[in-house]
């Protein structure tokens, strides 16, 4: 087989650059390890940037997000038992997110790359990269039982954290930084109405929590828990239990609990690979980057990324420039470590860190309070939140 584009990778960002390539008359074919259902299965985050929806308009599946996704204008800060709201739209201009599960996005994808009949591997087994330094790279695979050689122009790695992409490089040739969190997050989901029609942010004495949602049926909740902590050792009481117990009174008595649908528990960590292009191998979302999700930037900088390669890629293929494949690393990191540096202040700033003592607490008391006295302070909180300028 050969294609213009191999992508590595059936999550948003792998059907979100086929998708906008097929829209330019690029040809791909999407090699993915897993099965279909399983990755319509992943439950994961849901705050979307007007960057990210604009980007899935571009693309032609924006229509059921805008029919069932959630406009938010705004969000509450919870610390010290009382609830602040954060005004996004007075503070930025106008701005605003979009809650929409990344479920639902990954599920528009995967159903307009079908409708227009194009390739996807799913279940490829033993997929291997191969010459990406040279004009003719390839991918290879086996599909059923049989050995595939994919011979393409150019090699897109949208495969996750822990995909081959990433590991078939060099000894040397990326530079890696990381910052593991000492607590991960104990997610539940349940088809309950949210306790509140925006998300709650929670700084408590016990840790922090999220009330967040995936529409006006369905909510989805987090708690902080130490790393050591089993998902099987949480009961659905004892979690409703636990988040009242970090929630203002008012949200506490009005919750809706519930059985869960899903429950999990997901740990926190801050990762760049430097740089994103290796000849003709680029590397996008979480394969490049992962920021922990307290200031639901990783999908969004997975769409930027997208948006970066997409239009370097179809520059090459119809002006013959590479002058946008040359500069797609910089201006990706450029973006990407705004997002890291927003994600790590977010997550010291709302959870409580045992090894800090009591004078952790009060200095992020302190500054909790400062940040929604000050408008400059809620002012810069949300310009991050809604996302940067491209």
Known sequence: MRTQVAIIGAGPSGLLLGQLLHKAGIDTVIIERQSADYVRSRIRAGVLEQV??????????????HQEGLPHTGFDLLFGGERH???????????????????????????????????????????SIHDYDTAHPQVRYQEDGQWQTLDCDF?????????????????GAVTEYEKVYPFGWLGLLADTPPVHHELIYANSERGFALCSQRSMTRSRYYLQVPLTDKVENWSDDAFWNELRLRLDPHAAETLITGPSLEKSIAPLRSFVAEPMRFGRLFLAGDAAHIVPPTGAKGLNLAATD?????????????????????????RCLARIWKGERFSWWFTSLMHRFSADGAIGQKLQNAELDYLVQSQAASTALAENYVGLPL
């Open 306 to 330: 997208v948006k970066y390669l997409s239009t370097a890629l179809i520059e090459y293929f119809t002006e013959r420039s590479s002058a946008g494949i040359d500069h797609y690393s910089q």
């Open 52 to 65: 990210t929806t604009d980007l899935l308009d571009e693309a032609g599946v924006g229509t059921r997000m």
């Open 155 to 171: 090699i897109a790695g949208c495969d996750g954290f822990h995909g081959v992409c990433r590991a078939s490089l060099p000894p």
């Open 85 to 127: 709201r954060i005004d996004l739209r007075a503070l930025t201009g106008g701005q605003q997110v979009m809650v929409y599960g990344q479920t639902e996005v990954t599920r528009d994808l995967m159903a307009a790359r079908a409708a227009a009949g194009l390739k996807t591997v799913y279940e490829a087994k033993d997929v």
